[in-house]
């Protein structure tokens, strides 16, 4: 399960590498680093633990809801981020800058689903389930990844470079200049957005 959704995301970040570096407005590029990992990772490690202290194989699904939800949410990134037209925010429905979070394409909704959908077949095939799972799976990551893109248009805080006039997640921007912060909280980063999604499809997957 880790491998699928290891090698493919790894695949996926290497496209569009030039266009990728150009999104200067987000906090994080270039390699995972740790609290990346553990965003992404965490909570399904801990379903892993609980299924190894209680062999209840509801943690085992909790487990691949996690990364249903991960796989989704990073094939949306990588693709989504390639898209030709302006990404809008799933709250708002306003244009935001490319890679902001929040901002949804039809392509990377798209991917989402695809994503969510190989997870679930994954999961069929490693557990020796039913279709029904794939469909389950799927739905639960594709949900995950709106969860995501909701807080990350909500509570997840956003800032505003009064140089550039551009809206970003960082301070300072890339220019130099001290940004503003417009919406949002200080301490709800995207890696917190992004473990609290991973943790609703985790829920999801153990209460199915």
């Known amino acids: 399960m880790l491998l699928a959704f290891f090698v493919p995301s790894v695949l996926l970040s290497r496209l569009g590498r ?11 590029q270039g390699p995972r680093d740790a609290g990346q990992v553990l965003a ?4 399904a490690t801990l379903c892993a633990l609980f299924f190894g202290l209680t062999h209840d194989h509801r943690w085992a699904l909790a487990f691949v809801g996690a990364y249903a939800v991960a796989t989704a949410d990073t094939w949306a990134t990588e693709i989504g981020t390639l898209a030709r037209g302006r990404p809008r925010s799933i709250a708002t429905l306003r244009p935001l800058e490319p890679g902001l979070s929040g901002g949804v394409t039809t392509t990377g909704t798209l991917a989402a689903f695809a994503g969510a959908v190989w997870l679930g077949l994954a ?4 557990f020796r ?9 799927a ?14 248009a909500t509570l997840q805080e ?3 470079c009064p140089a550039c006039e551009r809206s970003c997640e960082i301070d300072p921007h890339v220019c130099g200049a001290p940004t503003i912060r417009v919406r949002g909280f200080p301490w709800i980063s995207n890696d917190l957005v992004n473990g609290l999604a ?4 985790a829920l999801l997957a153990f209460w199915v």
Do not use: P
Not at 23 to 28: P, S
Not at 40 to 43: P, T
Not at 198 to 201: L, S
């Open 40 to 43: 992404n990772g965490g909570v």
């Open 158 to 160: 956003l800032r505003r």
């Open 18 to 28: 030039a266009r990728k570096r150009a999104l200067v407005d987000i906090g994080k």
């Open 198 to 201: 991973t943790a609703t499809g």
């Open 139 to 152: 739905v639960i990551g594709f949900i995950g990844a709106m969860v995501d893109s909701v807080l990350g």
């Open 129 to 137: 389930l039913g279709i029904i799972v794939v469909f389950a799976v």
């Open 123 to 126: 999961a069929a095939i490693v």
